[in-house]
């Protein structure tokens, strides 16, 4: 099991930029799928953006793509976000996932494993 700390979050206004981290501990994370997903009030769960452990090839949602890079450094166990250009409908709780061991993930939540426990980002207009 993988445990999983976001930080980063914040208030911003738009078009201004935030980047996010997530910690990994527990396991080394070189050989899992990392993800980012985002969940707004009364919304579900969305995804935003994954990078896979084989070869760190990344996949993002449409609304991201562009503005938005997924890195990982798994010398430090780490995942990061960089959000660039931000707007009011990227207000969120941002959480960091992995999936099982050796997975490719995807972008349903149900592919992911662990968890941490989220981070507020709020971008006002």
């Known amino acids: 099991q993988v445990q999983l700390v976001e930080s980063g979050g914040a208030l911003v206004q738009a078009g201004g930029s935030l980047r996010l981290s997530c910690a990994a501990s527990?396991?080394?994370?070189?050989?899992?799928?990392m993800a980012w997903f985002r969940q707004a009030p009364g919304k579900e769960r969305e995804f935003v953006a994954v990078?896979?452990?084989?070869?760190?090839?990344?996949d993002y949602a449409d609304s991201v793509k562009g503005r938005f890079t997924i890195s990982r450094d798994n010398a430090k166990n780490t995942v990061a976000l960089q959000m660039n250009s931000l707007n009011p409908d990227d207000t969120a709780v941002y959480y960091c996932?992995?999936?099982?061991?050796?997975?490719?993930?995807?972008?349903?939540?149900?592919?992911?494993?662990?968890w941490g426990q989220g981070t507020q980002v709020t971008v006002s207009s």
């Open positions: 990078i896979r452990w084989n070869g760190g090839i990344t």
């Open positions: 996932a992995a999936a099982p061991i050796f997975a490719s993930g995807g972008r349903s939540p149900a592919q992911y494993r662990d």
């Open positions: 527990g396991r080394a994370i070189n050989t899992y799928t």
